[in-house]
C-alpha cells in the first residue's frame, strides 16, 4: 500500500540512531524544504564531474529538511531521499515504504548517487538553496564511491574510497556548525593533531547560514581510540590473575599519556585561534547552577539517578565555596575516545561539534578545557567497565576493570601536563565536579539510547563522598 511520505517518515526515523528524539511521540512531521539533486544534466562542468562520480541510475534523489514535532517543540532533520520504481536488493534494509513516486529509501546509503554530493563541493555549485563550497586551493578527486560507515553515530558519515569522510549533519541546528568553524580556524593555523577539512554544504535555515555537511579527509590508516582502548582492556581480563596492568601486553598507558600531551597542545591551538577569557567566582557560581539544573533535568528523565543526587551536589558545593576564577577558552565539548584516532605519527581528535542535542550557542561558548579532559577521563571509566556488563567474572574483573582505569586516567593527565596543559592544586575539584556533571549527560544519552549501559555512568556517582568535604 502506498502511503505519503510524512506519513512513512514519521514511522521510520524513530527507528534511526541519529534521530535524538526517542520516546517522545511525533505530533507532526512535515517537510520544510525539498530540493531535488541533479544526478544528470547537460555536459557542463559540474554535470560532467556528477556523471564521473555517479553510476546509470534511474533513482530520483530529494534533499529533504524536514521539521518533526514533539512535546510542543520542533527540530529539524536532514536527508536525502531516494526514490525508485524498483529497490535493488543492496538497498532493501533503507528502504522507507511504498510513495505513489515508488519506493523511497534512504538515499545516503546509495553510492549510485552519493557522488553527487562531492562533484558539487569540488565544484563550488549551488544546487537550488544548497550550497557546496571547498576549502581555498583544494583539489578533489572525484572519482570514489562512497560507504556509509558503520559506526553508531549521531551524524551519517560517507566514506568515499580511502580519501574522504564527508558527515551529513541529521540533526539540524541553525548556525554554522562548530566543526566546520574549529577545524578550518585550526587548519589554518597549521595546527598538528586534526583531519585537513576539505569543504562543506551550507543552506539558510531559519535565516541563518547553517551547515549541512562537512567533508574531510579520511585517516584510512588511523584506529580510533575507543577500539584501541577496548583491546588493552581485554588484553588486561585475559592476563594471569595477579599481573600488574603495566606488564600485560596490551597496556596503553603509554598512549594515555600521548594522548593527554596532544590534547594539550589541541587546548593552545583553539586558545590561539579563538578568544580567551577568565571567568570570576560569581560567574564560576553561574556555572555550578548549570550543572545543578543539568542534574535535575537528568533525574527528571531517569529517576534512578536520584539516589545520588547527594554525592553529586556535594562535589557541586565544593566547587562552588571554591571562590576562584577560572580561565575558559573554546574547546572540544564532547571529548571521548571514539573522538580520537591514532595514525602511525600522531592522534587526531575529530568531531568538534560539542555535545549533540545542546544549543548552538552554549557548544560554541568558551568553557574550560578542564571540560575536555574530564570526558576523557570518563571514557577511560567507560572503556574499563563496558566489558563486565553480563560477563560471567564481573566479579573478579571489577578490580582490574578499576585498575585499568585509575592507570589511564593518572597517564592521560600525566601526560596533558606534560604537553603544557594546566591542572593544578584545586583543579581537581573543578575535574571533579565537570566529571560529574559529564557523567549526568551520559546517563540520559544511554537511557535514550543504550539503556544496558546505564550502570556505567551511574558507577561514576559512587565514589563521591554525599557530604561537601573541605574546599580548596
Ligand atoms: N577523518 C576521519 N577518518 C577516519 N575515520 C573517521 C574520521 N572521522 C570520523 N571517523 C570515524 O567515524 C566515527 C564517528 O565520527 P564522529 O565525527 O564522531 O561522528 P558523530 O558526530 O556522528 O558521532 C569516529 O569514531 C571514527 O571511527
Ligand atoms: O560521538 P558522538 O558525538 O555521537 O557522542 C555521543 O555518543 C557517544 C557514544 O557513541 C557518547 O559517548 C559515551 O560512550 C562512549 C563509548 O561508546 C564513551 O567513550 C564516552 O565516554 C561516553 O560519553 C557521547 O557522550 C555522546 O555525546
Redesign the pocket.
Known amino acids: 500500500m502506498t502511503q505519503h511520505l510524512e506519513e512513512l517518515l514519521a514511522g521510520w526515523i524513530t527507528h534511526q540512531r541519529w534521530f535524538a528524539g526517542k520516546g517522545r511521540a511525533i505530533t507532526e512531521l512535515a517537510v520544510e524544504s525539498a530540493t531535488p539533486l541533479p544526478l544528470r544534466g547537460p555536459a557542463e562542468s559540474f554535470h560532467q564531474q556528477v556523471a564521473g562520480s555517479c553510476g546509470a541510475t534511474d533513482a530520483e534523489v530529494r534533499h529533504l529538511i524536514i521539521t518533526v514535532r514533539q512535546d510542543g517543540r520542533t527540530d529539524r532533520y536532514q536527508m536525502l531521499v531516494g526514490f525508485r520504481r524498483e529497490l535493488p536488493h543492496r538497498l532493501r534494509h533503507v528502504q522507507i515504504g511504498e510513495t505513489p513516486e515508488g519506493f523511497a529509501y534512504d538515499a545516503a546509503h546509495d553510492q549510485e548517487v552519493t557522488g553527487v554530493l562531492l562533484a558539487a563541493i569540488a565544484a563550488g555549485a549551488d544546487v537550488g538553496p544548497l550550497r557546496f563550497r571547498h576549502m581555498p586551493g583544494v583539489e578533489i578527486d572525484t572519482s570514489p564511491r562512497s560507504l556509509v560507515l558503520g559506526a553508531?553515530?549521531?551524524?551519517t558519515s560517507l566514506v568515499f574510497g580511502d580519501a574522504y569522510i564527508c558527515k551529513l549533519f541529521r540533526k539540524i541546528v541553525p548556525g554554522v556548525n562548530p566543526e566546520l568553524e574549529v577545524v578550518s580556524a585550526l587548519a589554518e593555523r597549521g595546527a598538528p593533531n586534526i583531519a585537513r577539512p576539505y569543504g562543506w554544504m551550507e543552506a539558510d535555515v531559519a535565516g541563518e547560514n547553517t551547515t549541512l555537511a562537512f567533508t574531510q579527509e579520511f585517516l584510512a590508516t588511523a584506529s580510533d581510540g575507543?577500539a584501541l582502548a577496548l583491546t588493552s582492556v581485554r588484553d588486561l581480563y585475559g592476563s594471569l590473575p595477579g599481573t600488574p596492568a603495566s606488564d600485560v601486553g596490551g597496556d596503553f598507558a603509554a598512549e594515555a599519556h600521548r594522548l593527554g600531551a596532544a590534547t594539550a597542545r589541541l587546548h593552545q591551538e583553539m586558545a590561539a585561534a579563538f578568544p580567551t577569557a577568565t571567568i570570576d567566582p560569581h560567574e564560576v557560581k553561574r556555572m555550578v547552577e548549570g550543572f545543578r539544573r543539568r542534574l535535575d533535568s537528568a533525574i527528571s528523565e531517569v529517576p534512578e539517578l536520584g539516589g545520588h543526587a547527594a554525592a553529586a551536589h556535594a562535589a557541586f558545593d565544593r566547587l562552588a565555596a571554591l571562590d576562584r576564577p577560572v580561565t575558559v577558552q573554546r574547546v572540544h565539548g564532547?571529548y571521548?575516545?571514539?573522538?580520537v584516532m591514532r595514525t602511525p605519527s600522531e592522534w587526531v581528535v575529530l568531531?568538534f561539534?560539542g555535545?549533540?542535542g545542546q544549543p548552538l550557542n552554549e557548544r560554541r561558548a568558551l568553557d574550560s578545557p578542564l571540560r575536555d579532559v574530564a570526558?576523557m577521563l570518563?571514557?577511560f571509566?567507560?572503556?574499563a567497565r563496558?566489558l563486565l556488563a553480563g560477563h560471567p567474572e564481573a566479579g573478579t574483573l571489577a578490580p582490574r576493570a578499576a585498575e585499568w582505569a585509575e592507570r589511564n586516567r593518572a597517564a592521560f593527565i600525566a601526560g596533558y601536563s606534560a604537553g603544557g596543559g594546566r591542572i593544578h592544586g584545586d583543579d581537581a575539584v573543578l575535574l571533579r565536579a565537570l566529571e560529574l556533571s559529564?557523567a549526568a549527560?551520559?546517563v540520559v544519552?544511554e537511557a535514550r539510547?543504550r539503556p544496558n549501559?546505564l550502570p556505567i555512568?551511574l558507577a561514576a556517582f559512587q565514589d563521591e563522598p554525599a557530604e561537601p568535604g573541605p574546599a580548596g
Open positions: 553508531e553515530q549521531s551524524n575507543w564532547d571521548h575516545l571514539g573522538q568531531d561539534e555535545e549533540p570526558g570518563r571514557s571509566d567507560y572503556a563496558h559529564k549527560y551520559e544519552y539510547n549501559w555512568p
